[in-house]
């Protein structure tokens, strides 16, 4: 079937340096692909997202790169801060209704 | 955050019992979910609805039960809890746009 998966289950960064956290997915037919960030004890929460017409969308200290090619998605953060350390999940528009898939997660800390 | 409530948002049950968990939201948008989300699985779709009286279902949607009587409330019933149903249980959001909003989310322990 369809899935969502993350490269990396851990990752863990120094204060100050950029992360990458890749996602790949292997829907080609998906056409819109999201971001969240997890906090413990909380909902995900909205970082960014693209559409599959796009390879590239910044935000504020966040890009999300898309090779449809390889059908890989990144979210690289700059200037990592300990607010960052969080699970973040990739996920992909899947049927109806606006369905999203979700990937496992990737748990970011950020080193002092 | 998103005009997201849940409730309760922790709950301990025993086998055997229903549960009715409750979604409420403000911001009056027409799509809202139920997840569960459990180690090493993420976040799976149980049932979605798209208005008022309007559900499908999701993924994992066995065992789980769903109303939608007004736009507001999205409420989830585990009609004879199991303790495979042990998990935090997230509602969600959708309005003009493909993204999703959360709530806080109930952590559900069926005994």
């Known amino acids: 079937g369809e899935s969502v998966g993350l490269h990396l289950p851990t990752l863990s960064v120094q204060e100050g340096d950029n992360s990458i956290i890749n996602c790949a997915y292997s829907n080609s037919a998906s056409d819109y692909f999201i971001w969240y960030k997890q906090e413990s004890g909380k909902g995900p929460q909205f970082i960014i997202d693209i559409r599959s017409n796009m390879d590239k969308r910044q935000g504020q200290r966040v890009t999300v790169l898309l090779n449809k090619t390889v059908k890989h998605l990144s979210l690289q953060i700059a200037a990592t801060q300990p607010g960052d350390s969080a699970v973040y999940f990739c996920a992909e528009k899947s049927g109806s209704a606006r369905q999203l898939t979700f990937g496992s997660g990737t748990q970011l800390t950020v080193l002092p | 955050d998103a005009g997201i409530t849940q409730s309760p948002r922790h709950k301990v049950t025993e086998t055997g019992t229903p549960v009715t968990l409750r979604c409420h939201q403000t911001?009056?948008?027409?799509?809202m979910y139920w997840y569960r989300q459990d180690p090493g699985h993420g976040l799976r779709l149980i049932h979605y609805s798209y208005g008022v009286k309007d559900t499908d279902k999701g993924e994992v949607s066995d065992g789980y039960s769903v109303s939608r009587s007004k736009t507001e409330d999205f409420l989830l019933t585990l009609e004879s809890a199991t303790s495979s149903q042990t998990s935090v249980y997230f509602c969600?959001?959708?309005?003009?746009?493909?993204?999703?909003?959360f709530g806080p989310g109930t952590r559900l322990t069926v005994l």
């Open positions: 911001e009056n948008h027409r799509y």
């Open positions: 969600a959001i959708s309005g003009g746009g493909n993204e999703q909003f």
